[in-house]
């Protein structure tokens, strides 16, 4: 297992490379999620210095029989705790399965404010045997800040974790 982790800085493209195998070093031989979960948001907001990053598990809903999207590991400025599916990016990424990049948050319909800072986003789902698990959700305190660079860097990271 890496005990820390090497930054570096240069392209994007460079950096998500260097990352990729120390955080697969994390998980190697880790078998609990919470914890895997805790070390790959730490890589990430280590690396890139984003103002927040963390996951929502898919988890059953204390309202009802639905489920909703909960709070797991983050690191960043408290958040949002629970999210139905539809409703801003993580839910909606969850409803679609798919990527959603948001160059401004105040433009995309429903979005949830948890934090006024945050001006742009991106979520990607965690789909294991075709269901969204989780999703993973990056924030960022500057406007256009994800594109197709971290869409195909962070679905490759989601993919590493084990649901």
Not at 19 to 40: R, T, Y
Not at 100 to 105: L, M, S, Y
């Amino acid at each position: 297992m890496a005990e820390d982790l090497q930054i570096i800085v240069g392209n994007k493209a460079d950096q998500y490379q260097s990352l990729i195998p120390q955080i697969k070093g994390l998980l190697e031989g880790e078998p609990d999620l919470i914890a895997n979960l805790a070390n790959v948001v730490a890589a990430l907001k280590e690396q890139f210095g984003w103002f927040w990053v963390g996951f929502y598990l898919v988890k059953p809903s204390v309202a009802d029989s639905s489920s909703e999207l909960v709070l797991a590991p983050f690191q960043g400025p408290v958040a949002c705790t629970r999210i139905k599916k539809g409703r801003g990016v993580c839910g909606s990424s969850w409803a679609e399965a798919k990527t959603i990049v948001v160059p401004d948050v105040e433009k995309f319909p429903g979005h949830i404010a948890c934090s006024s800072l945050s001006k742009s986003e991106i979520v990607v789902p965690v789909i294991r045997n075709n269901e969204v698990v989780a999703v993973l959700d990056v924030d960022s305190d500057e406007y256009d800040q994800f594109d197709s660079t971290d869409q195909k860097y962070l679905e490759e990271i989601v993919n590493l974790i084990a649901f």
